[in-house]
């Protein structure tokens, strides 16, 4: 497999972590009965949510006090100018897992629909959707990242507004072309905030395969030892 990463990069080896095999469909958004089983389990079989979407805002609001409560202790959504505020890959996997309803201006979305208004404003939603997706029915809370393209802050279970994040990953499309040099200065900044670097590959059947990043140095092998004769 090959993620466009220039093998010349001889500073930063990038070694397979773990990997998971997503069942999806050709167009990456369905999901098989056991992972909706497991996504289930993570948020809650009693959970449903009103949310309102304001596209030309480009915000998705919970105004409920107790909702916003439930979301809060699952790790969705923030507050933002006293807003309880969703972004778009929560709402999406609500969405997915049938934990919302989101009402427009004169509609209400279902995924497919959201899922299209979303791609007009970020044409890497479903790559950033399919990982993000990924890690959180995997337990894990997921935020975005420090701004780095498609990156996200990841928390184990019971650790966001706990502890910092132990994780920053990075999303890649396989195939994807990026300059070595540029890519070796992602990892140094995130590693430099103290953060372990996980590279996210999404592969062309969607599967999402991991990669976890560490740094080589090749010393000076040209020196010779003097024979004794």
Known sequence: MTS???????????????STD???????????????TSNEENIDSNFLI???HHIK???TIVLEPKQQDQLRNKGFGEVFNKEYLL?????????????IKIYGDKTEYDFSTFLKTM????????????IFRDLRSKGYVVKEGFGFGSDFRIYERGEYNKKTSKYVSIGL???????????????EQVENMGKSVVIAVVERRGEVIYYKTSKMTFFDNNKTKKLVT
């Open 119 to 130: 791609i007009k404003k970020d044409k890497k939603i479903l790559t950033k959707y399919l």
């Open 4 to 18: 466009g990463i220039d093998p010349h990069n001889d500073s930063e080896s990038v070694q397979k972590d773990l």
């Open 22 to 36: 997503l069942d999806l469909s050709e167009t990456h958004t369905e999901t098989s009965n056991e992972e909706k």
């Open 173 to 187: 499309n396989e195939g994807t072309n990026i300059k070595a040099m540029e890519f070796a200065e992602v990892i």
């Open 87 to 99: 972004n778009s890959l929560e709402s999406l996997f609500l969405l997915q897992n049938n934990k």
């Open 50 to 52: 009103e949310a309102v």
């Open 57 to 59: 805002e480009r915000k």
